[in-house]
């Protein structure tokens, strides 16, 4: 007995010897600390309760707050997106090396000791406050390396003594109120990596001097926004772009004038540029021809400025993902003939190489927004290459493109001179493409569109007033995903093939303003999604197709001036009867009031019509563009005051959709809730805690208590929220209303009693579970991603699949919830930008190495949850750690397939019930789900598909 009781002893004080002992600086910590904790004013999630000043007190336990490994000493004070309001206290922890208060309410000034001469404090994050005053005069910490700023209220000019911070490799001044130049002083910042003065109000030219800056490699000097106020004098400074480290350089509407250098200023490296954004400015003169030595160029934008001349020769367009130099004076042949086309089809490894990953997010943040904005399939690669606008001429080019893997593809070449006739050559690109958009209109292009089934991923084409002639070819049939096709304009002669009615995704038809003749096709009805179809102006005759009436989707149909007769058929929506005149034989229109207006109008009726419709918008672009000045000019002063307002009468508003019942009201959600108690909880996440509300005997509520920072804006959350509000789908969770507030924000859903698919998947061990109910769940959620995906306008990528936001009823029956929140918190919080909004273990590999969103990322995760519903393992199962640190279910599936021993997979339920040859099939699905490549993974339209084959070979 003895024996354990001392040796229990020993234990004890070798515990209490190798403890740390406190100190002095002890006393600083704890005292900075709750410096920090008086100061705040307003705590609404009581982040800072535990902070007290507690004899047994462990700060380095307490929320946000780091010690250094094996001592007391704080190292980080982390309280990002805390919801606190106050002032910042003038001390802090003497070895602090990290301060993140960004996303919350402070205001006050900058107190001067955070740039004082610390020895330790790296990093000062005070991003996306409410900051004011002018920034501290001095900065003498020779350890400071980030400093963000952005998103506050800071003004006055910025102090030329930065620069005696001397370590600074990031100084984010964005999106503040900042006025008179840049100091050039900031050039004795030898280690700066990047600087952002973007989205203030600075003045006076750009300093030359901040070439000195060799390591710099994002200068942003302004921003595409309506925030964007910055507006230098004179010209880009040639000795920025000789720059050897630069990698971005964004200056749109920035003022800029003055002509580009013809070199780099004899700069002897090479050029690193992968991003240049300089458009909407005064450029002009010829384009450099240096852009041909930056190899590494992928994003480049020069669009609206007065550039003349010919494009750089040696330019390798087809290695560059986004070019856009439209509207400009741009003449001459744009690229050789088909003849002598690029040979060289390498292009340099797009991967950028940062030790602070500093250059990625914020390419990431510029680029992707550009990039991305079109993607007309399930492609992750996507090029843009706009020219339209200029004055090019002779024959169209012969653009090769160099893109890996799945990608599509939007060129522009509408508005320019072009002559030549349309010939396979020119769709060389759609070789390897996915998507194609072309825009051809407002040229002078000639010759037939037999060329046209040499594109079979295209999707929209434009060749709108050219010199277009021949018939229109029954190879468009062979265009399976064609959405838009607009031929207005040119000299089409002979019958309109009706095998557009083959066209399952065709949306819009303009063949008017031709010659073509013969019937309308009733064939034309077969095209379902048919939303525009524009045959006006031709010499068509017969009767208007009586199946038009059974087109749910079709809002325009002109068919005016041509030789019709017969009845006018009743459309699904309203048409009005200007869209039938000119055709004499026409019986009587009826218009959306159910009155009788008459389609036997004169052509000059028909014109003054359109004369005084041209007036009308002429006349109304004038005003709007007035009106436009007047009111921009008011909106910064009244911005934020009016969210003020609003904030205020919305303190206890509930927005719903729908016929609400009297019950849903603010008090009775907070009451139901008991204030949002932890009894009520049901569920937490990545975007916020759900919680159970009772507002009625049998009327129960699921609310969303949204985990939100600042907002960017009330009406962009309007926005996007009501956008969610409209989705309805069988197999979606239904958004009933929602409220924001000055401190809660919270979303309203309808309550599902069967729990979610994580307890289903928990719970499979214990219980027996049929191959229905897991058919039938994987089937449903299925249908709600390709609903998201492919049907549903937006279309929306859900980002974060995973067992707990997969809710089911009493009867099983699956509903995907969290649909749209990755976006909303996106718009609805300034200091969102690049995040993977995830889970560990369902993220897909591409979107957590390059945070690039495709929905190919939700067929991932959609594969993690299959895998985890036919094992009844979790996707981080504790057994796996036996393999390797991260090692997951698709891994371990992998590896079994692999070696021929899929049995050992399945759950032992399953596997007792369920023939071996239906688990195999579902486990291929999942496999392929979760492939590395993205060619590979099936759209989830495809996986919907095979799992209901799936279910049908039962």
């Known amino acids: 007995m003895a024996a354990p009781l001392l040796f229990l002893l020993l234990r004890m004080l070798i515990i209490v010897v190798a403890a740390p002992l406190p100190s002095s600086a002890d006393t600083d910590d704890l005292a900075a600390l709750l410096a920090l904790k008086d100061a705040v004013t307003r705590d609404p999630d009581s982040v800072l309760a535990a902070w007290s000043n507690s004899t047994t007190a462990n700060y380095c336990l307490w929320r946000g707050v780091s010690c250094r490994p094996n001592s007391t000493s704080v190292a980080a004070i982390d309280l990002p997106s805390a919801s606190l309001s106050g002032f910042l206290p003038n001390s802090l922890p003497p070895r602090l090396h990290r301060l993140d208060l960004s996303g919350n309410n402070f205001s006050g000034a900058i107190p001067a000791t955070y740039l004082a001469a610390s020895s330790t404090l790296r990093s000062l994050d005070l991003t996306s406050n409410r900051l004011s005053g002018p920034l501290p005069a001095a900065c003498r910490s020779q350890s400071l390396t980030y400093l963000r700023l952005a998103g506050n209220l800071i003004t006055a000019q910025i102090p030329a003594d930065l620069a005696q911070c001397r370590s600074l490799r990031l100084l984010d001044l964005s999106r503040n109120i900042l006025e008179g130049a840049i100091p050039s002083s900031l ?93 909407q400015n005064y450029i002009s003169g010829s384009l450099p021809p240096w852009l041909k030595d930056c190899p590494d160029l992928a994003y480049l934008d020069l669009s609206s400025n007065s550039f003349s001349g010919p494009m750089p020769a040696g330019l390798k367009m087809g290695c560059i993902t986004y070019l856009n130099v439209s509207r400009n004076s741009l003449s001459g042949h744009l690229l050789p003939t088909a003849s002598s086309v690029e040979t060289d089809r390498r292009c340099p490894s797009r991967l950028i190489n940062d030790n ?77 493409a996915s998507g194609v958009s072309v825009n051809l209109s407002d040229n002078q292009l000639s010759g037939s569109l037999d060329t046209l089934s040499s594109c079979p991923p295209l999707w929209y084409f434009d060749a709108g007033y050219n010199m277009l002639d021949g018939s229109i070819s029954n190879a468009v049939a062979d265009l399976h995903f064609l959405r838009s096709l607009i031929l207005r304009g040119n000299n089409l002669t002979g019958l309109i093939p009706g095998v557009f009615g083959d066209l399952a ?79 004499p ?63 205020n009468l919305r303190a206890k508003l509930v927005v719903t959709f729908g016929d609400a019942p009297p019950e849903l009201t603010y008090d009775n959600l907070v009451q139901a809730t008991n204030n949002f108690s932890i009894q009520n909880l049901i569920g937490t996440g990545g975007f916020g805690s759900t919680y159970k509300a009772e507002l009625a005997p049998g009327f129960l509520v699921a609310l969303k208590r949204l985990a939100m920072g600042r907002f960017q804006g009330l009406e962009q959350f309007d926005v996007e929220i009501r956008t969610l509000g409209r989705i309805q789908h069988k197999n979606l969770v239904t958004l009933i209303g929602y409220h924001i507030g000055g401190s809660e924000t919270f979303l309203i859903y309808n309550y599902l009693s069967g729990g979610n698919l994580d307890t289903f998947i928990h719970e499979m061990g214990s219980r027996t579970v049929s191959w229905t109910e897991v058919q039938k769940i994987a089937e449903d959620v299925a249908e709600a991603l390709a609903f ?87 996707s981080l199962d504790p057994s796996f750690s036996q393999f390797s640190d991260g090692f997951t279910i698709v891994g371990w599936a992998r590896m079994l397939a692999e070696e021929g021993n899929t049995g050992e997979f399945f759950s032992a339920g399953l596997l007792d019930i369920v023939p071996m040859d239906k688990l195999s099939e579902m486990l291929n699905i999942a496999l392929s789900c979760t492939s590395e490549s993205l060619a590979d993974r099936p759209s989830m339209r495809q996986v919907a598909a095979k799992l209901k084959q799936l279910r049908n070979e039962q």
């Open 187 to 279: 050039a004795a910042l030898a280690a700066l990596r990047v600087l952002d003065v973007s989205r203030n109000s600075l003045t006076d030219r750009i300093p030359p001097q901040l070439s000195a800056c060799r390591d710099l490699a994002v200068l942003v000097l302004s921003a595409t926004s309506p925030g964007e106020f910055n507006a230098f004098l004179g010209d880009l400074p040639p000795q920025l772009l000789a720059i050897p480290a630069l990698q971005i350089l964004w200056a749109p509407g920035a003022n800029i004038d003055g002509r580009l250098p013809s070199s780099r200023n004899g700069s002897s490296s090479s050029c690193a540029l992968r991003a240049v954004n300089l458009a």
């Open 356 to 432: 602070d990953d500093i250059v990625m997010q914020y390419y990431q943040s510029l680029v992707s927004g550009a990039t991305m904005v079109f993607s007309p399939s399930s492609a992750m690669n996507a090029a843009i290459h706009d020219f339209s606008n200029n004055s090019f001429s002779g024959p169209l080019p012969s653009i090769a493109l160099h893109l890996d893997g799945n990608f599509s593809y939007i060129l522009l070449l509408n508005n320019n001179m072009f002559n030549s006739m349309l010939s396979a050559g020119f769709f060389g690109f759609c070789k390897g």
């Open 505 to 583: 995704a065709l949306e819009v038809l303009d063949l008017s303003r031709n010659y073509l003749t013969g019937t309308i096709p009733p064939n034309l009805a077969h095209a379902s999604h048919l939303q525009a179809l524009m045959l006006g102006h031709n010499s068509l005759s017969g009767g208007i197709p009586a199946s038009f009436s059974e087109l749910d989707q079709l809002v325009v149909l002109d068919v005016s001036f041509n030789n019709l007769s017969g009845d006018i058929p009743r459309l699904r929506h309203s048409t009005d009867c200007g869209s039938f005149v000119g055709n």
């Open 585 to 647: 034989l026409l019986h009587p229109c009826l218009g959306p009031n159910g009155t009788t207006g008459s389609t036997e109008h004169t052509q000059q009726d028909g014109e003054m019509s359109k004369s005084r419709s041209v007036m009308v918008i002429v006349i109304g672009t004038a005003i709007a563009m007035v009106s436009f000045l007047a009111v921009f000019l008011l909106f910064v002063v009244c911005e934020r005051r009016k969210r003020a307002k609003i904030a």
């Open 788 to 874: 998201l995906h492919c049907s549903c306008t937006p279309r929306i990528i859900h980002r974060d699949i995973k067992p707990s936001n997969i809710l089911l009823d009493e009867e099983l029956n699956a509903y995907l919830s969290d649909f749209g929140l990755a976006r909303l918190m996106e718009v609805s919080q300034t200091h969102a930008t690049t995040d993977v909004a995830g889970t560990f273990g369902y993220v897909a590999p591409e979107y957590a190495t390059t945070c690039r969103v495709s929905d190919k990322a939700d067929v991932y995760s959609f594969g993690v949850v299959l895998l985890e519903m036919m094992s009844g393992k979790r």
